[in-house]
């Protein structure tokens, strides 16, 4: 286990652990990501994490060469 730097959307930056469900360290950061059905299939979750668009729920904190990750919402905050 290996921590690793995020800056969310917000603007904030906080320590994760890498191999962490995205959707638990969101909202122990207080970052809160849209959720559906919480099984991959609706993309509600979809966040951009160094570019790359993932789906929240079905996926962890990765690591990373830079030792640093950030993450945006993939899709316009509506709601
Ligand atoms: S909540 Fe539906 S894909 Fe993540």
Same mark, same amino acid.
């Given at each position: 286990? /290996? =921590? #690793?730097? @995020? &800056?969310?959307?917000?603007? &904030? @930056?906080? $320590?994760? =652990?890498?191999? /962490?469900?995205? !959707? !638990?360290?969101?909202?122990? %950061?207080? @970052?809160?990501?849209? *959720?559906?059905?919480?099984?991959?299939?609706?993309?509600?979750?979809? #966040?951009?994490?160094?570019? $790359?668009? @993932? &789906?929240?729920?079905?996926? *962890?904190?990765? %690591?990373?060469?830079?030792?640093? !990750? =950030?993450?945006?919402? %993939? =899709?316009?905050?509506?709601?």
């Amino acid at each position: 286990m /290996s =921590t #690793i730097s @995020v &800056r969310w959307p917000d603007g &904030r @930056v906080t $320590t994760e =652990t890498t191999g /962490s469900d995205w !959707l !638990l360290s969101a909202n122990q %950061a207080g @970052v809160s990501i849209p *959720t559906g059905c919480l099984g991959g299939s609706c993309g509600a979750c979809e #966040i951009e994490v160094n570019g $790359t668009v @993932v &789906r929240a729920c079905i996926s *962890t904190v990765p %690591a990373s060469k830079s030792g640093q !990750l =950030t993450v945006e919402f %993939a =899709t316009d905050p509506h709601w």
